[in-house]
C-alpha cells in the first residue's frame, strides 16, 4: 500500500506549516482509498468514517439533497483539496455527499490524528476558517 511523501503533504496548507519530521510521522498513520467514476466516497446522512480524505489526484463533486431526491452540486474538490472535515470535527453524519466525477484517488488521515493537530494553532485556525466559508456556500 502506498504511502503519502513528505512533498505531497507540504503542498497542502495547512501541512506546509510542519515539519518534515511531523509529516513523516502523520504519513504513517494514514491509508490510501481509490474510487472509480460515478461512486459515492459517502452519501448525505451517513454516518461519518472518522477520516479526513486528502485528494492526491481526481475530481470529485459535492453535493447537498434538500428533499432527498435533488441532488445540487455545491462545489468540486480536485489534487490536493480535502473533504469530511465538517463530520470529522462535528462527529456527525455527513452534510452532503461526494462522488468522484473521475478516478479519485485519496489518503485518509484519521480521526484522531487530525484532533492532534488540530492543537496547532496554525491547523485549528485554518479549518475554522475552511468549515466557515463551506457552511456559508451550503445555506
Known amino acids: 500500500m502506498p504511502k503519502p511523501n513528505a512533498s505531497f503533504l507540504k ?11 511531523e509529516i513523516e510521522e502523520i504519513a504513517a498513520q494514514m491509508k490510501y482509498a481509490i474510487y472509480t467514476p460515478n461512486t459515492y466516497v459517502f452519501r448525505q446522512g ?33 489534487a490536493g483539496d480535502f473533504f469530511g472535515e465538517t463530520s470529522l470535527i462535528v462527529g456527525q453524519e455527513y452534510s452532503g455527499s461526494v462522488r468522484a466525477v ?11 490524528v487530525f484532533e492532534e493537530l488540530l492543537h496547532k494553532p ?14 456559508r456556500a451550503l445555506y
Open 122 to 135: 496554525a491547523f485549528s485556525h485554518f479549518f475554522t476558517k475552511i468549515i466557515t466559508e463551506r457552511m
Open 46 to 78: 451517513d454516518p461519518s468514517q472518522n477520516v479526513l480524505f486528502i485528494i492526491e489526484e481526481g475530481l470529485a463533486e459535492v453535493t447537498v439533497s434538500g428533499d432527498q431526491v435533488t441532488e445540487t452540486i455545491v462545489s468540486y474538490r480536485k
Open 102 to 112: 473521475e478516478e479519485l484517488r485519496c489518503w485518509l488521515l484519521p480521526k484522531e
Open 11 to 21: 503542498s497542502i496548507m495547512p501541512f506546509n506549516s510542519l515539519t518534515d519530521r
